[in-house]
């Protein structure tokens, strides 16, 4: 019977680690691009305040500009 166990552990081990693996690299990249959309939109509205131009619209997470 400890055989079965150890066998059932680790079948399951690679799969769970492949699994964390891919959760913190996706975790990584989700991050990157969110602070890279905020670098890019702080540079802009310092961009066209420098212009003199109005700052532009935002757009919120359901895709309507905010007022």
Sequence with gaps: MDN???NALWS???T??????????MRAIIRADR????????LE???RS????PPSESKGT???AEN
């Design 12 to 14: 399951v081990i690679p």
């Design 50 to 53: 420098r212009l003199g131009l």
């Design 62 to 64: 359901d895709g309507s």
């Design 45 to 47: 509205a310092a961009e």
């Design 4 to 6: 079965y166990w150890l």
């Design 35 to 42: 602070h890279e959309r905020a670098a890019y939109a702080d």
């Design 16 to 25: 769970v680690l492949l699994g964390v693996i891919f959760w913190y690299v």
